[in-house]
């Protein structure tokens, strides 16, 4: 079971969570200068690291806010979470550029 | 390589069976072959196995990180059937049962083989549509498949909870009784002692580390065991496929996520045939040594992580003693899990690549297994003409650009 530090209620159990994939992977905003390539890597191509992965969840069960989580998909730790909107946490993006 | 048959097994007996000889050979890496293919789980070994038998191509290397087999394909509830909806996939998938039909006989290697019939069940209208379409297209297709009446399959099913006033009423159900259950560890093994007696090497232990290139073509891997040359490589890892596509630089549409099942203390014989509920999110077989095998759904997030977490074996377990009250005070004996390489229209990607000579078999995400015998036996055809078989042309990874996705959730998301 994932103990997940929702930013705005602090660590709770994983039950009230649902997870919401890669994140910072936006949406972009001129949709018709993008091609067929770029829409595919956008709507499908994944980094799926063995390592740490920034990802969206909402405390669905909670306050039911989005925002980012910083976590290693190989042991499950987690490293810590940040607001939407807000810059990965400096040791998360510092492995991220290493990786 | 000595024959299996009653007599071998007479003479080993004899001899208290201490001189069975190795079923295949151990093979030390060569500086070069034809072929690498990366992964010693069931399809990789089919695919070497088939490079040899229908290809002649024999020069070829098993490349295996730790031992054959105990990926995947050693952690599967073993369910093999063919009833998927649409054209591409029900090719697909019968090609492969057709070949599970046959593979006792063709590796010399019991497969045990049990063709006990594959029910899914239906508890709302809308369920029951759904299977009827299902049911419609796949007898189309030519494959065996039939709808059953709520007392048809309480007469299969004894111990379902079949009661109207259930919380989620079974209505109905789709049957294939060509599917069933084909023992895992029998494929691995019958494969790679049939595809090593052939000359292909099963090299155990030794992880392929980076794979070399020369421009856009590759032209090896580097392995725990020093650099292997080869003109074409391989790649049927599962979980770690995204992991390996990156080492030649590309990004793929898979996510690897947690697959656990359990099985329960052995009991007398309590269910014949394999049942699978959609809806209420679990399924059901017993084995041959009386344990009932019990599976489900993913953990929702990615992870590498080889267990899964407690709350979905909770809803797993709320979901069997919901359908089959009778085993409400059986205990657990195990549980484990496998990292399940998912494709987001749960349909695989077997494809040559933008890498000349390297090939991708992955995103077989929960329900490869079955699939086994047909994705060795394209890939292998993929691999040798440098194009894909008819069978596995729309599963190329350009789908997710034309946007020609194959999706099979209702098939392939709770059901393996
Ligand atoms: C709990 C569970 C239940 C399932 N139930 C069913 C079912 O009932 N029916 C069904 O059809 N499917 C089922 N599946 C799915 C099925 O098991 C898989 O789709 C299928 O076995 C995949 O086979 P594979 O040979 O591709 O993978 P694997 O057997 O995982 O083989 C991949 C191999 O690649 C090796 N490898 C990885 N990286 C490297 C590297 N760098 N160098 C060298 N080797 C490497 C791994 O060690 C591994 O042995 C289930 C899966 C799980 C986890
Ligand atoms: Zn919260």
Known sequence: MLLIPCPWCGLRDEVEFKYGGEAHNNRPLVPDVHDDTAWAAYLFMKKNPKGLHLERWVHAAGCRRWFNVARDTVSNRIDGSYKIGEKPPAIAAETEESA | MTRYSVFSLVRNGLKGHRAWPRAWRRAEPRRSYQVIVIGGGGHGLATAYYLAKEHGITDVAVVEKSAIGLGNTGRNTTIIRSNYLWDESAALYEKSLKLFEGLTEDLNFNQMLSQRGVINLAHTLHDLRDLERRVNAIRLNGIDSEILSV?????????????????YPVLGASLQRRGGVSRHDAAAWGLARAASARGVDII????????????DHVTGVETTRGPIKAPKVAIAAAAHTSHLASMAGLRLPIETHPLQALVSEPLKPLIDCVVMSNQVHVYLSQSDK?????????????????????????DQMQALVHLYPVVSRLRMLRQWAGNVDVCPDAS??????????????????????????GSGWVFAHTIAQDRPHPLNEPFSL???????????????????
């Open chain 2, 398 to 416: 350009e789908r997710f650009t034309t946007g020609a996705l194959i999706d099979e959730h209702g098939a392939a998301a709770v059901a393996h």
């Open chain 2, 290 to 314: 009386g344990e009932l095998v019990i599976g489900a759904g993913i953990d929702p997030y990615v992870s590498y992580a080889s267990r899964g977490s407690l709350p979905v074996i909770e």
């Open chain 2, 151 to 167: 007392e048809q399959v309480k007469a299969m099913v004894p111990i379902l909870n079949t009661s109207p006033n259930a919380r």
């Open chain 2, 204 to 215: 155990e232990n030794c992880e392929v580390t980076a794979i070399l290139r020369d421009g």
């Open chain 2, 348 to 373: 695989p990607i077997i494809s040559l690549t933008p890498v000349r000579g390297l090939y991708i078999n992955g995103g077989w995400g929960t329900g490869g297994w079955k699939a086994t015998p």
